[in-house]
């Protein structure tokens, strides 16, 4: 089985197991691969993430040209921004998981680092998560402000919209967001309790012994 074959296919899967796990709801979400031949694989615009047809995912070649498939997520600019700003980056998973977003509505949030280090978990998988001030979805100006922050973020926080998170392979970029989106949860569990989160010297101890960025 070629590596484009096996990328289509692991998109489908991924995108299901999200929807299906109530992750991402309706037409929203939108997954993306970076391929060997410097090409990607996105998810088609206003498809469910439960129901990717493998065959139809939009193909770009290594410009950025759209070259089959159907028309892409209306993200796709999210998405190479991402990709222009980290060289390590394989894959890229925007969902409007429930609380996630929710906290992304919130008034009072630190817009350079959303959530607290509640466990060494979140640390190693998600670790600093800025807020990203709203623009409508697919506004050119969105994928500007990802791109200021990609370099050196590779989690985002889109205001009253969902996360975007790159990983060096897809099962990266989704365990990740699964991490935000259960974080996401604890924090609001935690609401008007007094937290013991992580020291700063314990997240640099995390950093150092995982070779964290
Ligand atoms: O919120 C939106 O509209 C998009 O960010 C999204 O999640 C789904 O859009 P498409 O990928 O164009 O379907
Ligand atoms: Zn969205």
């Not at 997954?31 to 047809?53: E, K």
């Amino acid at each position: 089985m070629s590596e484009e074959t096996r990328a289509r296919d692991e998109i489908c899967r991924v995108g299901a197991s999200l929807f299906d796990r109530g992750l991402t709801a309706g037409a929203s979400g939108n997954i993306s691969v970076r391929l060997a031949d410097g090409g990607w694989l996105m998810t088609p615009t206003n498809v469910s993430m439960g129901a990717l047809d493998p065959a139809r995912l939009s193909r770009f070649d290594a410009t950025g040209r759209l070259v089959s498939g159907d028309a892409p997520t209306k993200e796709a600019f999210l998405h190479f921004s991402m990709y222009g700003e980290r060289k390590d980056a394989a894959a890229v998973v925007h969902l409007h998981s429930s609380h996630a977003t929710a906290v992304s509505i919130l008034r009072d949030v630190d817009p350079q680092d959303v959530l607290p280090a509640l466990t060494a978990y979140y640390v190693m998988r998600v670790g600093r998560l800025p807020l990203v001030p709203y623009f409508a979805p697919g506004d050119p100006d969105l994928a500007h402000a990802v791109r200021a922050l990609a370099s050196r973020h590779h989690a985002v926080l889109l205001a009253n919209h969902g996360p975007v998170v790159a990983g060096t392979s897809l099962a990266n970029a989704q365990f990740a967001t699964e991490e935000l989106e259960e974080t996401a949860k604890l924090f609001l569990m935690l609401q008007n309790h007094a937290l013991r989160t992580l020291t700063p010297e314990q997240v640099s101890d995390l950093r150092r012994r995982f070779n964290l960025t």
